[in-house]
């Protein structure tokens, strides 16, 4: 690539830049110059992201322009910079860049849909976030990269260098800064990789509503060709991974798709896992994709073996993995579908309130899909077991850039054209909240789902939940009866009925903020308390 093409597009006038390297020649860069990174015994390149082991929501903002203001979701999750701090931010990242002796650019694209995909470039000084956004987009043919011209969107990953936390609007050294109408993203003070996967997705979070294409935080699999197509909603925690990647399914994606007037397609071209207590008993789907080209970031190895001990969380418990989707067995390429049969959202309720499973009107997934709950256990001090709720909007909050119910609308509309059934499946507990009750059986997660996708479960008799109001089956193959309905799991009644008249509570609590820009259909839709 020209030195001088960056320079006039960007102002960088480094010379020695590397485009597109092969993952073999970006293994030989980062052992040679970036400290912590080595070979582990699979054969993946091991690399530490620094301070940051995770993302800094908090230090990540969106530049307010004219074109886009009155189209954000202003608040906690878009928090806005102005034009000025934002050229300060960039140009201390160029600044940075220029000092370096090496480059490394990756042109890839967002988007397996060529109707809707979009270039992405992304110019930075380690080798391990090349090899990161090599694994993560799809990666352009030699014909591709040879006419890939100018991009749709750059990214200047500047994280070794620190954001100067005197400008304004900066809350600490670490700035993730997002210009729409610039097609640009200026990371500073963080190495952490999944910064930039995040940073593309946040685009598309707002591009593709704009063409009435639906961007989605689920994970995707078919049955056939094109056909028995499934979208899995669900928060950290809820099985998403575990129930979408299925060995007798064709795996579409494991993170972000949009959905389209044809069909379904995955945003990424790889997939970036958790690796905490990975193993190949549990996770087999996962565990053989880490060999050589894969990424493994802030893992704990033996130094002589080289061996990882995949349940260490000395680090941080956010240890990952990111490889090509082409490494899982099972996946479909190119990563297209057709229109989903059904939508799942998975939720994992610590209170012991929710039935396994339960079929939801289009209203209902509306008001489930913008609530995006999940409850875990609170804390870490001994004697509180008391489940803490959480609800994260359209289950990516952090992601969104239109306001939640902009979403939930193309949800339910596309749902209503194409004929799509909508399910909660709870993989949390029964017989009692947790400390209590214990953990819904995987054995009958699993049949649940196969009962969803064989449409046996579409048949069955139903009764209406008395709190929540969605339509509980009264039968599913290879599950116990008494299973399906939560109050007969409880030996207590009346303490079923105070958990969950106070989870009812909590939901009302929390779409309260949502409430003046739903609908009332979508309003009268939620738990109602007795």
Same mark, same amino acid.
């Given at each position: 690539?020209?030195? #001088?093409?960056?320079?006039?597009?960007?102002?960088?006038?480094?010379?020695?830049?590397?485009?597109?390297?092969?993952?073999?020649?970006?293994?030989?860069?980062?052992?040679?110059?970036?400290?912590?990174?080595?070979?582990?015994?699979?054969?993946?390149?091991?690399?530490?992201?620094?301070?940051?082991?995770?993302?800094?929501?908090?230090?990540?903002?969106?530049?307010?322009?004219?074109?886009?203001?009155?189209?954000?979701?202003?608040?906690?999750?878009?928090?806005?910079?102005?034009?000025?701090?934002?050229?300060?931010?960039?140009?201390?990242?160029?600044?940075?860049?220029?000092?370096?002796?090496?480059?490394?650019?990756?042109?890839?694209?967002?988007?397996?849909?060529?109707?809707?995909?979009?270039?992405?470039?992304?110019?930075?000084?380690?080798?391990?976030?090349? #090899?990161?956004?090599?694994?993560?987009?799809?990666?352009?043919?030699?014909?591709?990269?040879?006419?890939?011209?100018?991009?749709?969107?750059?990214?200047?990953?500047?994280?070794?260098?620190?954001?100067?936390?005197?400008?304004?609007?900066?809350?600490?050294?670490?700035?993730?800064?997002?210009?729409?109408?610039?097609?640009?993203?200026?990371?500073?003070?963080?190495?952490?990789?999944?910064?930039?996967?995040? %940073?593309?997705?946040?685009?598309?979070?707002?591009?593709?509503?704009?063409?009435?294409?639906?961007?989605?935080?689920?994970?995707?699999?078919?049955?056939?060709?094109?056909?028995?197509?499934?979208?899995?909603?669900? #928060?950290? %925690?809820? %099985?998403?991974?575990?129930?979408?990647?299925?060995?007798?399914?064709?795996?579409?994606?494991?993170?972000?798709?949009?959905?389209?007037?044809?069909?379904?397609?995955?945003?990424?071209?790889?997939?970036?896992?958790?690796?905490?207590?990975?193993?190949?008993?549990?996770?087999?789907?996962?565990?053989?994709?880490?060999?050589?080209?894969?990424?493994?970031?802030?893992?704990?190895?033996?130094?002589?073996?080289?061996?990882?001990?995949?349940?260490?969380?000395?680090?941080?418990?956010?240890?990952?993995?990111?490889?090509?989707?082409?490494?899982?067995?099972?996946?479909?390429?190119?990563?297209?579908?057709?229109?989903?049969?059904?939508?799942?959202?998975?939720?994992?309720? @610590?209170?012991?309130?929710?039935?396994?499973?339960?079929? #939801?009107?289009?209203?209902?997934?509306?008001?489930? *899909?913008?609530?995006?709950?999940?409850?875990?256990?609170?804390?870490?001090?001994?004697?509180?077991?008391?489940?803490?709720?959480?609800?994260?909007?359209?289950?990516?909050?952090?992601?969104?850039?239109?306001?939640?119910?902009?979403?939930?609308?193309?949800?339910?509309?596309?749902?209503?054209?194409?004929?799509?059934?909508?399910?909660?499946?709870?993989?949390?507990?029964?017989?009692?909240?947790?400390?209590?009750?214990?953990?819904?059986?995987?054995?009958?997660?699993?049949?649940?789902?196969?009962?969803?996708?064989?449409?046996?479960? @579409?048949?069955?008799?139903?009764?209406?939940?008395?709190? *929540?109001?969605?339509?509980?089956?009264?039968?599913?193959?290879?599950?116990?009866?008494?299973?399906?309905?939560?109050?007969?799991?409880?030996?207590?009644?009346?303490? *079923?009925?105070?958990?969950?008249?106070?989870?009812?509570?909590?939901?009302?609590?929390?779409?309260?903020?949502?409430?003046?820009?739903?609908?009332?259909?979508?309003?009268?839709?939620?738990?109602?308390?007795?």
């Amino acid at each position: 690539m020209s030195a #001088l093409l960056l320079n006039d597009s960007y102002g960088i006038t480094v010379e020695n830049l590397l485009r597109n390297a092969t993952p073999a020649r970006l293994y030989e860069e980062a052992l040679k110059h970036e400290k912590g990174t080595a070979i582990s015994e699979q054969g993946a390149l091991m690399a530490f992201s620094g301070e940051k082991t995770g993302r800094t929501p908090k230090d990540k903002r969106v530049v307010r322009n004219p074109e886009s203001q009155d189209d954000i979701w202003w608040g906690d999750i878009n928090i806005p910079l102005e034009p000025e701090v934002w050229q300060i931010n960039r140009q201390r990242a160029v600044d940075f860049l220029n000092t370096q002796e090496r480059l490394y650019v990756f042109d890839g694209y967002a988007g397996w849909d060529d109707n809707y995909s979009i270039k992405v470039r992304i110019i930075c000084a380690r080798a391990y976030h090349a #090899l990161f956004m090599h694994n993560m987009l799809r990666r352009p043919t030699a014909e591709e990269l040879e006419t890939f011209g100018e991009p749709d969107f750059t990214i200047l990953n500047a994280g070794q260098f620190p954001a100067n936390p005197h400008t304004a609007a900066m809350t600490s050294d670490a700035s993730v800064d997002l210009n729409f109408e610039a097609g640009e993203m200026v990371i500073l003070g963080t190495q952490y990789a999944g910064e930039m996967k995040k %940073g593309i997705f946040t685009l598309m979070h707002y591009l593709m509503p704009k063409q009435d294409v639906l961007s989605m935080h689920c994970s995707c699999n078919e049955g056939g060709d094109n056909t028995d197509v499934s979208l899995f909603f669900g #928060l950290s %925690g809820t %099985g998403k991974t575990t129930l979408s990647s299925d060995p007798n399914r064709k795996l579409i994606g494991d993170d972000e798709h949009c959905w389209t007037d044809d069909g379904v397609f995955n945003i990424e071209g790889g997939c970036y896992a958790k690796t905490i207590d990975l193993s190949a008993k549990a996770e087999p789907l996962i565990y053989e994709t880490i060999g050589f080209g894969s990424v493994l970031e802030n893992v704990v190895y033996d130094p002589e073996t080289r061996a990882i001990d995949f349940s260490d969380d000395s680090i941080t418990k956010n240890t990952r993995t990111a490889y090509p989707i082409t490494k899982v067995r099972n996946a479909k390429i190119p990563c297209v579908t057709g229109h989903p049969d059904n939508i799942i959202l998975l939720t994992c309720d @610590a209170f012991g309130v929710l039935p396994p499973v339960s079929q #939801l009107t289009p209203a209902q997934a509306m008001y489930h *899909f913008i609530s995006g709950y999940t409850a875990k256990v609170a804390g870490t001090e001994v004697g509180v077991t008391e489940p803490e709720a959480t609800f994260s909007a359209c289950f990516g909050a952090a992601f969104l850039v239109w306001p939640p119910t902009k979403y939930a609308e193309m949800l339910a509309d596309k749902m209503r054209k194409h004929n799509a059934k909508a399910w909660l499946v709870n993989t949390g507990w029964t017989g009692g909240a947790y400390g209590t009750g214990e953990r819904i059986s995987l054995k009958h997660t699993r049949a649940i789902i196969d009962a969803i996708h064989s449409g046996e479960l @579409a048949g069955v008799e139903t009764q209406n939940d008395p709190y *929540f109001g969605v339509a509980v089956p009264t039968t599913c193959p290879n599950v116990p009866t008494e299973v399906l309905t939560p109050q007969m799991t409880w030996a207590n009644q009346d303490d *079923f009925e105070k958990t969950a008249q106070k989870l009812v509570g909590l939901f009302q609590s929390n779409f309260a903020k949502y409430a003046d820009q739903a609908s009332d259909e979508i309003v009268n839709s939620g738990p109602v308390l007795k």
